[in-house]
């Protein structure tokens, strides 16, 4: 089945740090999304993207559909305390059938 | 609160016993998905249904679980005969026509 390699595992980075993390698959997706989860709780969506090439800004997130619309990219700028938790990519197929990354956990040292 | 909820949020059985959990989606949203997330993944996709009917189902969904969303509003999942390695946060999500999904709480599955 599609599988999507999310990297890296895990950041430990200073506040104020800006953050870059990626994912990367062997299969085409018309839409990427990207998740935050936090522990015990479900996860919500920070940003989507429909578009090959499409960069989309939400506050201090950007995130980019990948021209081969093979991989999607999440940067945060000015890292904050409570951008701490897990970021998930997750891409869809045009069938609607998603997959998910394994997660990036983020951590912010004040 | 108009998002996803789902019920209970925890529990906790014995092996070989029935659980049942529930969602409750958005209102306008016609597409329910289940997923399964165990320690360390993502989301794995387990179900889907359009409205009332289940379009799509994951090698994972084994014949002790089921689905349902009988009157396209909120969904059942069924496990039957848990085992241990059913033990798991179990996520609904649901979407209008676009991508966009929307997660509930979870429901955490700890089998004994």
């Known amino acids: 089945g599609q599988q999507l390699n999310q990297s890296p595992q895990s950041m430990f980075i200073q506040e104020g740090e800006d953050v870059s993390m990626n994912c990367t698959s062997s299969?085409?997706?018309?839409?990427w999304l990207w998740y935050k989860q936090d522990p015990g709780e479900g996860p919500v969506l920070l940003i989507a993207?429909?578009?090959?090439?499409e960069l989309t800004s939400n506050g201090r997130l950007t995130a980019q559909f990948g021209t081969t619309r093979k991989d999607s990219f999440l940067n945060i700028s000015a890292s904050i305390p409570s951008d701490v938790g897990i970021y998930f990519c997750?891409?869809?197929?045009?069938?609607?059938?998603?997959?998910f990354g394994d997660g990036t956990t983020l951590t912010v040292k004040p | 609160d108009t998002g996803v909820s789902q019920d209970p949020r925890h529990k906790i059985t014995k092996r070989g016993q029935n659980v049942t959990f529930r969602c409750d989606p958005i209102?306008?949203?016609?597409?329910l998905y289940w997923y399964r997330q165990t320690l360390g993944q993502g989301p794995e996709f387990l179900t889907y249904?359009?409205?009332?009917?289940?379009?799509?189902k994951s090698r994972l969904l084994s014949d002790r679980f089921s689905a349902e969303r009988p009157k396209g509003s909120f969904s059942t999942l069924e496990i039957q005969r848990t085992e241990q390695g059913d033990s798991a946060m179990y996520l609904c999500?649901?979407?209008?026509?676009?991508?966009?999904?929307?997660f509930g709480p979870g429901t955490r599955l700890t089998v004994l």
């Open positions: 999500a649901s979407s209008s026509r676009s991508n966009e999904q929307f």
């Open positions: 299969s085409i997706f018309n839409t």
């Open positions: 993207l429909y578009k090959a090439g």
């Open positions: 997750a891409g869809f197929t045009n069938a609607g059938k998603s997959t």
């Open positions: 209102s306008e949203h016609n597409r």
């Open positions: 249904f359009q409205n009332e009917a289940q379009l799509e």
